[in-house]
């Protein structure tokens, strides 16, 4: 790593300014073997991948920045101005993306009304503001992907030789494709704040505003792809070669298998196979709809009640998120292996409108979710000079926890129908006000492995399948997603609760210290209900507080 910085620092009357601007380079790599095996006898298909061979990633970075203070008042009036800017130069040898450059500004402004006013109820009232962008890259693993492999059956006999196993796969290998349209996922951040010294307490509050911009979505690629399979049918009847006998070749580039004599008696024979159409499964990064995040963070620290030599303070937090992913994303049926005839691979892809958020490749019911939280914690601390002990006590709650999974088409319109019968694929459009209902998803467009680049619309067709081809009706029901459950959509709002931490701690003369901390000192076991399913569950080991747990320090200072 090298850097440079250098800093000019002036004042004119009132106003002070320090400017800085610098450079870094950065360089980075591993320098370890990767994963392996050190005994190939026992992984004889492992397929070893080096980190020492990966190519080292150097970044540049350029950036200035311009502080300003400006004293305004006879009251300790101050105004504070931060304005930067960063340019970040990365390039990894190899890439498909090249050398890429990003640039990430902030603003910040803080205004100091007035401070050191003790005669007025309020000593000192500030607010203060900022907005900021960063850019985040994707990870190294997309800008130089590692190799993965595809492992399909292609033969595999009942008997074995030496009693040793036979096994032959159709070996596909593939990257990560590259999208020349993906485009760099960043963040715009915005935060406005009030800070009080009042006589009788310090506030202060700050809300923010998060938007996710493009955030990398990978989505599956799905190619036409023909291997040949070659059954335990073809071994079976009046084979001239005895099982004992046989030994087992297949050719690496065709997939014929070959089975020879070890006696020499049998000229060598090639058995049958099939040819099999199915799909290479590949994947690709491309970008995502926008997702949201706001809040409010409060505290309120008290003036110490002087005769009780007790402080309290008031924290807590209210958080909101809501993401709905739009992108078109393709998805085969997981449950579907096969066509109506129980031999040939399924044939067909869906396109669906989204998918759950977090990166999921597939299709499901869900394409995004919603949640608020209310969090608000009390701090008592209390000190007793005579015995040298300091008690501090810490409640922990959660006044509101709502979360919902959202099904929300493009501009508001429905995505998905309530179904009757969970058993069915028709129903009526989901709005989001249903409740306790089961619904299915049905993708936007389908394409067949005859025809992969024509997206045939979904619900043209299967609307004409149900009345006319019961067989291609049941093949394109393979494609409908639906809910486990009739309340898998239903809001969800879990009751208050409460957690309560305690620790005392006694100092003995002037180096020694002892503590004891004790965190859900109570060991809560409280049931809190569920308004998505309406069942009560006790909060015990549930995650929504931490375990009961307890332990003892000793601090010495020398």
Known sequence: MLKLKAKWNHRAGQLTSR???GVEWTATGNGGRGTYYNDMRYAPTWREYRYDRLPWMHNMALYGEERVHLALGDHGGLLQLTAGVRDDITHIAGSQYGTISTVSPRFNLRY???????????????????????????????????????????????????????????VTPFKPLHNPGLKWQYAQQAELGLEVDARFASISLSAFYNKTCRPYL??????????????????????????????????RTTGVVTVEDRTGQVSPLTLDYQTRNTFNANYTYVNGSAITRSGLDWVIDFKPVTCLRTSLRIDGSYYHYHGVEHTLIASMPS??????????????????QGTAQGGLAYATVPNGSVTDVVNNNVTIITHIPAIRLVISLRLESTLYDSRRSLSEGAGGAPRGYVLDDPADYF????????????????????????????????????????????QLFNELAAMVVKTNYNYNLNPDRISAYVSGNINITKEIGNHVSVSFLANNFWNSMARVKSRQTGLRTTIYNAGYIPPFYYGLSVRVKL
């Not at 607010?127 to 033969?155: H, I, Q, T």
């Not at 449950?335 to 669906?352: E, F, H, K, L, N």
């Not at 997206?455 to 299967?462: L, S, T, W, Y």
């Open 19 to 21: 400017l800085m601007a």
């Open 112 to 170: 100091t009304v007035w401070e050191r006013r003790d005669d007025w109820v309020v000593n000192r009232l500030s607010v203060y503001g900022g907005w900021g962008k960063s850019v985040k890259l994707p990870s190294f693993e997309v800008l130089y992907p590692a190799p993965a492999y595809a492992d399909r059956m292609a033969f595999t006999p009942a008997s074995t030789v030496d009693n040793k196993a036979f096994y032959a796969y159709s």
């Open 218 to 251: 990978r989505t599956s690629v799905y190619s036409p792809f023909s291997y040949r399979y070659t059954s335990q049918a073809s071994l079976e009847g009046d084979f001239p070669i005895a099982s004992a006998d046989r030994l087992y070749s297949i050719d």
């Open 335 to 352: 449950g579907a292996r096969y066509m109506s005839d129980g031999i040939t691979p399924y044939q067909y892809v869906g396109y669906y």
């Open 427 to 470: 129903g009526t459009p989901y709005t989001g006000a249903e409740r306790d209902c089961y619904v299915a998803l049905w993708p936007e467009y389908y394409t067949t492995w005859n025809q992969p680049d024509v997206k045939v619309p979904f619900a043209e067709r299967f609307i004409w399948a149900r009345d006319h081809d019961s």
